[in-house]
């Protein structure tokens, strides 16, 4: 053998350039690679890449193409020789004091040398007497990370004096990705900001001992159940999944080291996720049944130990009849039967506090079983569990925090509460803007060291999370950013203080989310473009993070749903600038809302009573305007307002109807009039003639009673016999009038 080299992807391989001189080739041309410690030690063809290719004098790098990698092989991740000053490192090759398979060779990491002449920057090593001929091409791996910082390429000669001896030189990890630009670094995290530890961040979660030993004697003592309580941003998702589960699986309790994980969040349909969650017939036989087959197929002795992870998701359906099969009501059902079943099981649910009320309002019964295991995570953090926090995951990673820095940061901790400074321990609430503030230091470390200046530049602890939100919101274009302020409120579920539901992240289908986010113009391909890209952008800076639902069907054939939601509920109280938006555009979300409570019941039913109508369809209507919907609520909306319009028709036909009903009515009392009122003008003629008659009867002997029967004839009916019977039944003159010799022109009368 030559040399070494190591798998950096698929079928690639990366070694020095000399080494492939050294065996009689060079760029373009065949060489073969032996694989002396995987399965058959197979010899596999490769063909160096010319692009690949840096010459011995310079950079000394060769890329080689494998015909196929052979099994049991496995490729390297790539970190950073920055920052990686003092770290122990490691390598392996084939010298020739060698067993036939190669040995490790150790050193310390030094800094990294500047280009000199062309040849490339260096990564010193010293103390590395171990690396001789045969390590060259051979990774190096920085002992803390665990991630390849550097390739084995040259080693220094001692001088006379035999001084210089143990001196290495390895090309950084840096000039191999210049050379190769497929070689992607591989980030160490040792702080998660607002993402939650799980069981592979296990290394890094320090400073929560005292709670995991309180959660697992709770396990001790009430094995059968525990209701883990604490308010939000509490870190209770990792202080189960990242301390107390692997705890369990290191043996923290008899027999606990054997117990089989099945972890799921409620969603939209806990069912599905139990399913998703290696419970296969949860859907279809329930939860409990599920459970026993899981059990009879492990061996004797085995235990389930079941987390609901955010189990107050379950608690936000508004209404039961909206609830899908495996929401809700029915779930909590499965999940009291399940305790009191005799299955070899703990039940752990994992819920924020303020959801107690409806807890105990809609699944009693779930409170009555779970209440003997009901445990609240510690509220305070000391001085001691603040510094762990602090310090001990930048030195698991090799880094190391500059003097004072450390007390610095608990200080500004112990300061963001009003009690914390006098009593020396710190809310627990304070957990994910510490862990930000951390993560933005981590990135901003120098030469190994998390400094003072970074610190100060991020906003020291208060304005940490201002300016992580701050800094991604700023890389966008201007014309952007009513979309992010679109997509950020779309993912947060508005307050329900008549249901005594408070604001909480909620989980958006992609598909939903770009509805909501395009405006009004969704099928436009600028508008899909935009979205698109400020969801890269925000899911990029981890403001947002994505996952796909479980399946839809218990089979699991149809694929499940991608969603995306907030990375923490810290932004939803402490990021000033997302709480005013969330405010001001409630209003439409709380429409929302209930709009798709009508959907799942009208989807449900198809009875047209569950359409939109009142003020729901009025302000749907205008938000439809105004706003993008999701296709299922714009099919809601039109099939509402095809309803009312049909409605509107109906009622117009009636009052058609009802008016030419009045018509005749008033036609008919017309013409009913009409005729009564010629009765009654008959009648009054009749009588007419009839008093006239008697008038004519009573002229001569009662000439006094014939005239008021003439005239009462005549004021009945002013007919040709009335009149004449006035006429006749006026007396003749009775006296002349005499004295006067002229004609009379006027006559005065007195009594």
Request: charge should be negative; glycine fraction near 10%; charged fraction near 20%.
């Amino acid at each position: 053998m030559t040399g070494a080299g190591f798998l950096v992807g698929e079928s690639t391989v990366v070694t020095c350039a000399h080494v492939v001189r050294a065996a009689g080739e060079g760029p373009g041309g065949p060489v073969r690679l032996a694989f002396p410690n995987a399965r058959s030690a197979p010899q596999v063809w490769g063909q160096v890449v010319s692009e690949g290719w840096r010459a011995p004098e310079a950079e000394d790098i060769a890329v080689v193409r494998l015909s196929g990698t052979p099994p049991g092989a496995s490729v390297v991740a790539l970190g950073s020789a920055e920052g990686c000053r003092g770290h122990a490192i490691s390598s392996y090759g084939y010298p020739a004091q060698a067993p036939p398979g190669g040995h490790f060779a150790y050193g310390t990491a030094g800094d990294v040398l500047p280009d000199a002449g062309g040849s490339g920057s260096l990564l010193q090593l010293t103390g590395a007497n171990d690396l001789t001929t045969g390590f060259s091409g051979g990774p190096v791996v920085d002992e803390a990370t665990g991630l390849v910082v550097g390739m084995v390429t040259a080693i220094s000669a001692p001088d006379g004096h035999l001084r210089g001896a143990g001196i290495a030189y390895a090309t950084p990890a840096e000039v191999l990705r210049e050379v190769w630009p497929e070689l992607a670094e591989r980030q160490v995290r040792p702080y998660r900001g607002l993402e939650p530890f799980t069981a592979e961040h296990e290394g890094w979660f320090d400073g929560r001992d005292a709670a995991v030993e309180r959660v697992l004697a709770a396990l001790r003592e009430r094995g059968r159940v525990l209701l883990l309580l604490g308010p939000s941003r509490a870190g209770k998702s990792s202080l189960v999944r990242a301390g107390v589960l692997p705890a369990l699986s290191a043996g923290g309790l008899p027999g606990s080291d054997r117990w089989i994980e099945v972890i799921a969040r409620p969603g939209k349909d806990l069912l599905a996720e139990l399913e998703h969650s290696v419970l296969p017939g949860a859907m279809t036989d329930g939860i409990a049944a599920a459970v026993e087959r899981r059990l009879a197929a492990e061996p004797v002795g085995c235990r389930l130990v079941v987390v609901i992870d955010q189990f107050e998701e379950l608690l936000t359906q508004s209404n039961p009849v909206d609830e899908p099969p495996g929401g809700g009501i029915a779930a909590a059902a499965q999940l009291t039967a399940l305790i009191g079943s005799s299955a070899a099981v703990s039940v752990i649910l994992v819920m924020r506090d303020d959801f107690y009320p409806r807890l105990a309002s809609l699944a009693p019964a779930l409170l009555d079983a779970a209440a003997p295991g009901l445990l609240n995570v510690p509220a305070a953090l000391s001085t001691g569990d603040l510094h762990a926090i602090i310090s001990r995951p930048a030195q698991s990673a090799g880094a190391r925090l500059e003097a004072g820095l450390p007390e610095r940061i608990i200080t500004d901790v112990l300061a963001a509460d009003p009690t914390g400074a006098a009593v020396r321990m710190a809310p627990v609430t304070l957990l994910p803007l510490l862990e930000l503030t951390l993560s933005q230091l981590w990135e901003r470390r120098r030469d190994g060291f998390l400094t003072h200046q970074a610190y100060q530049r991020i906003g020291e602890l208060g304005g940490a999370l201002a300016t992580w939100c701050d800094t991604a919101m700023d890389q966008l274009p201007p014309e952007y950013l009513p979309t992010a302020r679109r997509i950020l409120t779309a993912l947060v579920r508005p307050a329900d203080d008549t249901r005594g539901i408070p604001a909480t992240r909620q989980q958006v289908s992609l598909s939903t989310l770009r509805a909501l986010a395009a405006g009004t113009m969704p099928e436009d391909p600028s508008s899909a473009r935009t979205v698109d890209t400020v969801l890269a952008a925000l899911t990029g800076h981890r403001i947002i993070t994505t996952s796909t639902t479980a399946a839809a069907s218990p089979a699991g054939d149809t694929p499940g749903e991608p969603t995306a939601e907030l990375i923490h509920d810290a932004l939803i109280r402490d990021w000033a600038e997302l709480r005013e938006w969330v405010a001001e555009d409630h209003r439409f979300q709380d429409w929302l809302r209930r709009a798709g409570e009508r959907h799942a019941r009208w989807t449900g039913s198809a009875h047209p009573g569950d359409l939109l109508d009142g003020t729901d369809l009025a302000e749907g209507t205008a938000w439809y305007r105004q706003r993008g919907l999701p296709a299922e609520i714009t099919a809601l909306l039109v099939a509402s307002q095809k309803r009312q319009q049909t409605a509107v028709r109906r009622t117009r036909r009636v009052n058609a109807v009802l008016i030419c009903l009045l018509v005749i009515v008033v036609i008919a009392a017309g013409l009913a009039f009409g005729q009564r009122q010629e009765a009654l003008d008959a009648r009054r003629v009749a009588e007419s003639r009839m008093l006239a008659a008697q008038s004519a009867t009573f002229r001569d002997t009662d000439p006094d009673l014939a005239s008021l029967l003439a005239v009462e004839a005549y004021r009945t009916s002013p007919t040709p016999e009335a009149v004449d019977s006035v006429y006749a039944a006026v007396p003749p003159a009775q006296r002349r009038l005499s004295g006067h010799t002229k004609d009379v022109l006027s006559v005065a009368f007195a009594r």
